[in-house]
């Protein structure tokens, strides 16, 4: 196929019929909230308005337990003592990032080349869906090992 089929574009796409958006809109703007909680909240502070249940109930941490501090401390630059806060922090943000991303780059194609739609969103399942299951290992070992 060439690209000029590919690119046949419907300037008229309306959001309200496309499913597909509204999910990477939401997703997105989700993503945006967690960074800025991580901005806001103050790892110095420790003002996290969330806290643990799991540690709070059994006293014990969790593998997710530091996480917000982790997260704020990336998006400070403070690398090192985000691994201090939790090992998988780094990890998770990157996730997250990485689909705020993806988010907008899949958005972008799926107006731009009409014709891919479908191969579009399968890719963006089974890619997301391995990306997930990487990143999120751990703690779903934590979550069946306890169970």
């Avoid at 502070?45 to 799991?54: A, L, R, S, W």
């Amino acid at each position: 196929m060439t690209l000029l089929k590919l690119r046949n574009r419907n300037p008229q796409v309306k959001l309200k019929n496309e499913p597909y958006l509204v999910i990477n809109i939401v997703f997105a703007g989700v993503i945006l909230l967690i960074m800025a909680y991580s901005g806001i909240f103050s790892p110095e502070k420790g003002n996290y308005p969330v806290v643990c249940i799991h540690e709070k109930i059994t006293g014990e941490p969790c593998v997710s337990c530091g996480l917000s501090h982790s997260f704020s401390l990336i998006i400070r630059g403070r690398i090192d003592e985000a691994y201090q806060w939790n090992r998988y922090g780094m990890r998770v943000f990157l996730f997250f990032t990485g689909q705020f991303l993806l988010r907008i780059i899949f958005s972008l194609l799926y107006t731009r080349y009409p014709g891919t739609r479908k191969q579009l969103i399968l890719f963006d399942i089974v890619g997301s869906s391995v990306l997930f299951l990487v990143t999120f290992l751990p703690f779903l070992i934590y979550i069946f090992r306890f169970s």
